[in-house]
């Protein structure tokens, strides 16, 4: 469909029996489908929202694709509900995105998406695939939540975060549920992930005093490594390795630290470093069953 919308549309609780497609047509004023029940597949690809467009209680029973659409006003999503592929990859965003209370039963794929600001809470993800796709994404503001029943992960592979809160009520600490590999902070406010921060060593007060994004890229990479290395812990001799991967966590900090030349952080690590190895060696000398050369070392 090519025909382009100079008046409201409106579609609220219409039925779209089939294939559905909106394809490439700009919606000038305001377009609503709220309530609507798409049973087949449903194309907006490459389309242009100029106002308002509300997709709210939607049903879609089919593979939806907003791949590449432009939507200048409000998109709202609440409460809508994908029975099958939820694909935006590329789609752009430029007010405010809402998903709160949607549920997705496959996959969600907003690789590529640029986002002013977004409200990303679902109330439920069941994908085939293990995670909720956001590499590559732009999110300037706004908020993710992995809920509480399905999928557990959410990837912002290659993303650039701005002024983004992480929540999870499905793991604790809250990172655990965010994969953050090669991320760009852009005004991401790590003080609210502070008590995190300061139970993987980081000091707060550096990171706030920072500015460059390679620091906290640093810190934030090393803490993440660490924890997954205390994640792996054996159930056996758990506090020699608790204080070996302390260990390890502080000597990377350190490291990285000294790259981005922060010579007194670099000493706080440090000095973080050694109480952990002196706290390892006490622990191995302890342990009666270590063989002599462990406890030597």
């Known amino acids: 469909m090519n025909t382009n919308f100079k008046e409201m549309a409106n579609f609220r609780n219409a039925t779209f029996v089939g294939r559905a497609d909106f394809d490439g047509p700009e919606f000038f004023l305001d377009a609503r489908f709220d309530e609507s029940n798409f049973n087949g597949p449903a194309f907006f690809e490459t389309t242009k929202f100029h106002q308002v467009g509300v997709f709210r209680d939607v049903v879609?029973?089919?593979?939806?694709?907003?791949?590449?659409?432009?939507?200048?006003?409000?998109?709202?999503?609440?409460?809508?509900?994908?029975?099958?592929?939820?694909?935006?990859?590329?789609?752009?965003?430029?007010?405010?995105?809402?998903f709160n209370g949607a549920e997705f039963h496959q996959n969600v794929d907003l690789c590529e998406a640029s986002i002013s600001e977004i409200k990303f809470e679902p109330s439920i993800i069941e994908s085939e695939e293990p995670v909720i796709g956001f590499r590559g994404a732009s999110i300037k503001a706004g908020t993710l939540q992995v809920p509480d029943s399905g999928v557990s992960m959410i990837r912002l592979t290659n993303a650039t975060l701005g002024d983004v809160e992480l929540r999870s009520n499905r793991t604790k600490p809250v990172l655990d549920s965010f994969i953050l590999d090669d991320v760009r902070y852009e005004g991401f406010h790590?003080?609210?992930?502070?008590?995190?921060?300061?139970?993987?060593?980081?000091?707060?007060?550096?990171?706030?005093?920072?500015?460059?994004r390679d620091w906290l890229q640093s810190v934030l990479s090393t803490l993440l490594d660490g924890r997954r290395q205390r994640q792996q812990t054996p159930e056996t001799n758990s506090n020699d390795f608790e204080n070996s991967a302390l260990e390890r966590t502080y000597r990377k900090a350190k490291n990285g630290a000294d790259r981005v030349g922060e010579p007194k952080i670099s000493s706080y690590f440090f000095r973080k470093e050694m109480k952990y190895r002196r706290k390892r060696h006490w622990e191995t000398v302890r342990d009666s069953g270590a063989s002599k050369r462990r406890r030597l070392t």
């Open 190 to 212: 790590f003080d609210r992930l502070g008590q995190e921060l300061r139970n993987g060593g980081a000091n707060l007060e550096a990171l706030k005093s920072r500015e460059t």
């Open 60 to 98: 879609f029973g089919g593979p939806v694709s907003f791949r590449n659409c432009l939507s200048t006003g409000r998109a709202s999503f609440q409460n809508a509900t994908f029975e099958d592929a939820a694909l935006f990859p590329g789609v752009n965003f430029e007010s405010v995105a809402t």
